[in-house]
């Protein structure tokens, strides 16, 4: 019988040969015959992985269910213990704009008349929603970005939420947000076309103000919209010259593809066509740099819509997460929130259909894209995607480094951090080709032991049998624990691993 330290050792070639076996276009993934070499420059910094790296985001129709954001979903609790002790959770999305606060019982909805594309009532978010969110908040160690409505409500209304906001979630409120994605309110049918920038830029103030005044310690983000230039630079230089400190960061929405039905949307091209996030990265930050601000992506997942079947929910999708969550970092970014939900509160952001469902040719209970599936009722379990967030978010805390290959690499990525002591180098790696790749991580400076936490799964395509450090996490939020496999030393700096076709690692490195 073959003992686990010879397993652990052959466990790269065997994970080759089922990759190669499960996925219809790969061949047998031989190794390079030359090992790539990944050369770390720990002297060199690039940036910094903050505590609150990782994040969720959620629709604000979600506080509509006043004991889902609770601490009695122990279940969810536990999920998002797992993924961070620290993580940061928003709440905002297009059904922010049909939501409106009731302080007590005597409050009625706003007068409503809902285009077909919209929501047919709008959602009431009470006192009590938000204590439970602010307990909920108190037993995950998470804290919380929270949207307030400007497609169809009021300074006034959202000045008397934000109150109530600041009051009860207290010291776990990270920042209020005003409006979601305002350069599509024409799209959404929520302004005329006479809508723009300016007009926007005036109308948040307006809100803002009203903010402000009832809170003078009231922290604003924005403009929570993806990378339209001449909306971000104009928020990043006209909001801070007018809200000053009460400004604390630029916010930014990105998603990779869409719709789901269009034929472009596919795996190879989520995996391996960075056009549109390096275009998304430059525009962010510049606006951050020019507000002298952080800037976060508080809204981002595979494809718009709720995700494409085949694509949003596979292992393909974490190889994407958490390559991008360090692409963006290593660019300055200081957090990410991947947004996700039931198909329930999705199909109520886009007028009551979910594209994706017409792919799939079923009608789904949760969205393609969410990190976390399912319900109290009828339990949770982590998609794929929730993997690549988790090996990202092991990360946190450290300092990014330089590193480059000895070659240049479409298809491989990796990106190398110190721990705040300097004594442990970590180096995540992502493999999205289609052929094994032995290759040797040379550290810079000595260093004694190295580990990894592989991130598997039988193919690129595949929904289940995804695993991390050899391990899944239950319907329970726990991961299960197994030892970790021990990579082969070759010289005093060096270390030498082989990736297996579409799988990624974490790697650590102990002096």
Not at 51 to 77: C, H, I, W
Not at 138 to 144: A, K, M
Not at 408 to 416: E, F, K, P, R, V
């Amino acid at each position: 019988m073959m003992n686990r330290r010879r397993f652990l050792v052959s466990a790269p070639t065997s994970l080759a040969m089922l990759g190669a076996a499960a996925h219809p276009l790969w061949g047998m993934g031989t190794a390079m015959s030359q090992p790539l070499t990944l050369q770390v420059h720990p002297g060199q910094h690039r940036g910094f992985i903050p505590r609150d790296v990782m994040g969720l985001s959620y629709e604000s129709t979600q506080l509509g269910e006043p004991e889902y954001f609770a601490p009695s979903n122990k279940a969810l609790v536990q999920f998002l213990r797992t993924l961070s002790p620290s993580g940061s959770l928003r709440l905002g999305g297009n059904t922010s704009e049909f939501t409106y606060f009731k302080a007590n019982a005597t409050v009625e909805a706003p007068a409503w008349f809902p285009q077909p594309t919209q929501p047919k009532e709008l959602t009431p978010i009470t006192p009590a929603a938000l204590h439970n969110l602010r307990h909920f908040l108190n037993v995950t160690g998470w804290n919380c970005i929270y949207g307030l409505n400007l497609g169809t409500g009021t300074p006034e209304r959202a000045a008397e939420e934000a109150a109530a906001v600041v009051e009860i979630l207290g010291s776990k409120l990270e920042y209020l947000q005003i409006g979601n994605e305002p350069n599509n309110y024409i799209r959404y049918r929520l302004r005329s076309d006479a809508w723009n920038e300016k007009v926007y830029l005036a109308e948040w103030l307006s809100f803002a103000r009203a903010i402000v005044k009832r809170i003078p310690t009231a922290r604003l983000a924005g403009p929570d919209m993806g990378a339209e230039a001449a909306w971000m630079n104009l928020f990043a230089s006209e909001a801070v010259a007018e809200m000053k400190q009460h400004l604390v960061a630029i916010t930014d929405h990105f998603y990779a593809e869409g719709p789901p039905t269009s034929p472009e949307s596919t795996m190879q091209n989520l995996l391996l066509n960075p056009k549109k996030i390096d275009h998304e990265i430059n525009v962010t930050a510049t606006a951050g740099h020019h507000a002298g601000l952080p800037f976060r992506m508080t809204e981002v997942n595979s494809c718009y819509s709720g995700g494409k079947p085949g694509v949003s929910n596979t292992l393909g999708s974490a190889l994407w997460a958490g390559d991008l969550t360090l692409k963006l970092l290593s660019a300055g970014f200081c957090g990410i929130n991947f947004h996700g939900g039931s198909a329930r509160q999705i199909r109520a952001s886009l007028g009551g259909k979910m594209p994706g469902d017409a792919v799939a040719k079923s009608e789904a209970d949760d969205s393609y894209y969410t990190p976390i599936a399912g319900s109290a009722s009828h339990g949770y379990s982590a998609r794929p995607i929730f993997y690549g967030m988790l090996l990202v978010a092991r990360m946190a805390g450290a300092n990014l480094v330089e590193s480059s290959f000895s070659e240049a690499q479409s298809t491989i990525t990796a990106y190398a951090a110190l721990t705040a002591t300097g004594k442990t180098m970590q180096i995540a790696i992502f493999n999205k080709g289609s052929q094994a790749t032995d290759m040797l991580l040379s550290t810079g400076k000595l260093f004694h032991t190295a580990s990894v936490q592989r991130l598997t799964g039988p193919a690129l395509e595949a929904t289940t049998g995804i695993r991390f450090g050899n391990a899944t996490v239950g319907s329970d939020g726990q991961l299960a624990t197994d030892r970790a496999e021990i990579l082969r030393r070759t010289t005093a700096s060096e270390f030498k691993i082989t990736m297996p076709p579409g799988s990624a690692a974490l790697v650590s490195i102990h002096a």
